[in-house]
C-alpha cells in the first residue's frame, strides 16, 4: 500500500472532499465527498486524484426538468440510489407530485401517477371485474408509498409497465390466463417488474418457493 496522501477539503471537478470513509474491502483509501449537485458520495482516492471520477454521477445524467414523458412534468432532479439513477420530483398532470426515476421515465414504465387507470375504470365499468382487485393493489405496492409493503415493491423500484397502467389492457391479460380466486398474482422474477411475460398467477405456497418476501395481509389476499 503507498504512502497515505490527505485528500480532506480538496477539490475533484464537482466533488469536495469532506471526510475520510472506511476503506474498501481491498484496502483501497476511500473518502466521502459532497458533489456540487447537492448530493454525497463515497469515492476511491485513487480515483479522485486520477481523475476518473469528477462527479456523483450527474454529469453523466441528462437533465431531464421541464421534460414530459406521458403525464408527467418533470420539476427538478432529486437523489441517485445505489446504481447511480437518478430520481426526479414530477408532478403528474392531474396535479400530484411523486418522486420517479429515470429509468422508468426514459422506459415508459411509468407515464402517469396512475390516473389514467380512474378513467379507465369509469369508463368501461371494470370495477366489478373479478381481477380489479388485483390490478389495484399492484399498482398500491408500486406507486403508493402510504402501502405497508410498499417498501419490497415500489421502494425497491418495482413498477409495473405502461401497458398495465391502463385496467383494460391488465384485465384482457389476466382472462387469457386460467385461475380462480385462490391464485395470486405473481411475478416470475421477483427482481423484476409487473408485465406479461414476467407475471403469472400462483398459490401462497408457489410464491414463497420463488422467494417472495412479502406475507399475506387483509390488504393483499387477493393480489
Known sequence: ????????????GKLVVVERSENSVSNEVMWKCACDCGNITTVRGQDLRSGNTISCGCLRSPDLSGQRFGRWY??????SDENGDYSWL?????????SVLALNLKSGHSN??????IESVTTHGLSKHPDYDRWRCMMERCYNK?????HYYGGRGITVCNE????????AWAD?????????????DNNKGYYPENCTFATAKEQARTGHRRKP???????
Not at 402510504?146 to 410498499?150: D, F, G, N, Q, V
Open 1 to 12: 500500500m503507498g504512502k497515505f496522501i490527505d485528500l480532506l477539503n480538496k477539490k475533484f
Open 112 to 117: 402517469s401517477c396512475g390516473c389514467t387507470t
Open 164 to 171: 398495465w397502467h391502463n385496467v383494460v389492457n391488465f384485465c
Open 176 to 188: 387469457t390466463i386460467p385461475h380462480d380466486a385462490t391464485l395470486s398474482i405473481d411475478r416470475i
Open 146 to 150: 402510504a402501502y405497508p409493503e410498499y
Open 74 to 79: 418533470v420539476i427538478t432532479r432529486l437523489t
Open 90 to 98: 414530477c408532478q403528474c398532470d392531474c396535479g400530484k407530485v411523486r
Open 217 to 223: 395481509t387483509k390488504q393483499n389476499k387477493v393480489t
